[in-house]
């Protein structure tokens, strides 16, 4: 991934996963050495833009906003050469990303604004204040929406950033990035990225990704008392009640729920849970809207819904765990589009795998590719056992034609976000708080909530009694 050539300095080369050996670009490499350098500029950066003004930093980004949005095809076709997602899809993460900045700017007036008490108890004065210096990784899969979600946030408070992005989808972002003000990138993989958590000016740490280098950004956060943010990997359930009623067009959602960016997204629904009763309609439905819906090949191409995954070595892995999950059928879906040759590049077939046991690997595991296990029930206590087994707690769902039944078995399930009647990115909203529980991680992303990970409530205080005028204290007495 990494190459040097004579005489230039190391670069990171970004492959296209769909035509394997087509160079898509370069960025530069930074070793973790001068991550250092990096943060020192960014922490210079504070100084000034943390004391601008919130209204003009709501310009400045309102402006990226603008131009991000004028280069959005551009953008959204290297995003997919880069990722292998298809272009629609592209396009929509980055329209997504603009419309989170703008709705970040347009709520953080009040959201962040200090809260000023003036009354007979005393004056109080509570100031939502930027950390400093913030330190973002971000994983392949959504690159452009998963670091806005924390840039947005952090800038408009006035922290500045330093972004490290994943080596395998490094340019969009990158390029992006160059539109926006207060932020520094550095390229690399996990040497890098522990740079950066490392580093002593770092003040905040927001990462997306997975188990094992969450956990390892967990203890060295703590070791530094570094805050941190972690959105980490999910094995969502969707839970079919006995009483839901799917149309095709729903069919075809849940299908693209699960198989989206070829299966490798955190939220997708990543095991079907379907009543015994209705489990030979479901399939024959699940399996003809994927026939319909389900369309294989160059993400470049209009016809196509899903693309290759992201890397050969995650090919293998999803591979893998498909024949450690021995015992199941695997019902292969959707079509390849006309022309499309499968050996081009990284692709898997994307599959349905009924008859698996809850502990077999493929049910047991985050599959992060496009294999979904169906999974039969008998009753709602037996199913809401099984949903809530896992150590993970990202998202879940849950389909029933009775919206008070769902909403109440969805108080039941152990997630950060429960979706009624959808699942994955058509179940999202900019207002709604996302990240999970257990396993899945701490901390939020989008909402009201979002925005204040990066502030801290900076309290100033004068009690009444120690006001002019005022009637004093004992010492050591508490107040009243
Ligand atoms: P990953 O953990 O391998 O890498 C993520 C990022 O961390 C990359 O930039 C990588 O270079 C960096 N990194 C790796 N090890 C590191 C270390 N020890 N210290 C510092 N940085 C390190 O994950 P991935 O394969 O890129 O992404 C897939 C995972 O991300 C899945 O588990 C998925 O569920 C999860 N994910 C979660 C969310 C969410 O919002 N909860 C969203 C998208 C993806």
Redesign the pocket.
């Known amino acids: 991934m990494s190459t040097t050539s004579p005489g230039s300095a190391p670069v990171i080369a970004r492959e296209n996963p769909a035509r394997s050996g087509e160079l898509v670009g370069c960025v530069p490499a930074t070793e973790p050495a001068a991550v250092d350098s990096a943060v020192r500029r960014a922490d210079d950066a504070f100084r000034e833009w943390s004391r601008i003004p919130i209204t003009e930093r709501i310009t400045a980004l309102l402006g990226a906003a603008e131009a991000v949005s004028a280069r959005s095809e551009e953008l959204a076709t290297l995003l997919a050469r880069e990722s292998g997602k298809p272009l629609a899809d592209c396009r929509g993460e980055i329209g997504f990303a603009v419309a989170f900045l703008r709705w970040v700017c347009d709520r953080a007036p009040v959201t962040l604004a200090p809260t000023e008490i003036d009354d007979a108890a005393g004056r109080l004065v509570v100031r939502r204040k930027p950390y400093g210096v913030v330190g973002c990784?971000?994983?392949?899969?959504?690159p452009v929406i998963?670091a806005l979600?924390k840039l947005g946030p952090a800038l408009v408070a006035g922290n500045t950033v330093v972004l490290?992005?994943?080596?395998?989808a490094p340019l969009a972002i990158t390029e992006i990035v160059s539109l926006l003000p207060a932020v520094q990138v550095v390229h690399?993989?996990?040497?890098?990225?522990?740079a950066?958590?490392g580093h002593p000016l770092v003040r905040k740490v927001a990462?997306?990704?997975?188990?094992?280098?969450?956990r390892?950004?967990a203890a060295?956060a703590g070791a530094m008392i570094t805050p941190s943010v972690l959105?980490?990997?999910?094995n969502d359930p969707a839970v079919f009640l006995p009483d839901f009623a799917l149309a095709d067009a729903d069919y075809e959602r849940l299908v693209m729920a699960s198989f989206a960016t070829s299966g490798?997204?955190?939220?997708a629904a990543k095991r079907l849970y379907v009543p015994r009763a209705r489990v030979a309609e479901f399939t024959e439905a699940y399996v003809a809207a994927a026939e319909r819906i389900l369309v294989v090949g160059d993400p470049l191409d209009p016809r196509v819904t899903m693309g290759p995954v992201?890397s050969a070595g995650?090919a293998a892995r999803i591979r893998a765990l498909l024949a450690a999950s021995g015992g199941g059928t695997a019902v292969p879906l959707g079509r390849n589009a006309p022309g499309h040759d499968p050996l081009s590049g990284y692709f898997v077939t994307p599959r349905l795998v009924v008859g698996l046991d809850d502990d077999a690997p493929l049910v047991a595991a985050?599959q992060?590719g496009p294999l979904v296990p169906l999974l039969v029930y008998d009753g709602e206590e037996e199913v809401l056992t099984r949903a809530n087994a896992s150590e993970l707690g990202?998202g879940a769902s849950v389909w029933s034609a009775d919206e008070e039944r769902a909403f109440a078995l969805a108080d039941r399930l152990e997630a950060g976000f429960v979706f009624v009647n959808t699942h994955n990115r058509t179940g999202m909203s900019l207002r709604a708080p996302?990240?999970?529980i257990k396993r899945?991680?701490y901390g939020r992303?989008y909402s009201e909530e979002g925005l204040l990970e990066y502030v801290h409530p900076a309290v100033v205080h004068a009690p009444a009694a120690f006001r002019p005028g005022g009637t004093g204290m004992a010492a050591g007495a508490y107040p009243g």
């Open positions: 990784i971000t994983p392949w899969n959504a998963l979600l490290k992005p994943s080596p395998l690399g993989g996990a040497e890098t990225g522990r950066l958590v990462f997306t990704g997975g188990d094992a280098a969450g390892e950004i060295t959105e980490l990997g999910g490798q997204v955190c939220m992201i995650a985050e992060f990202l996302f990240g999970g899945s991680g992303e």
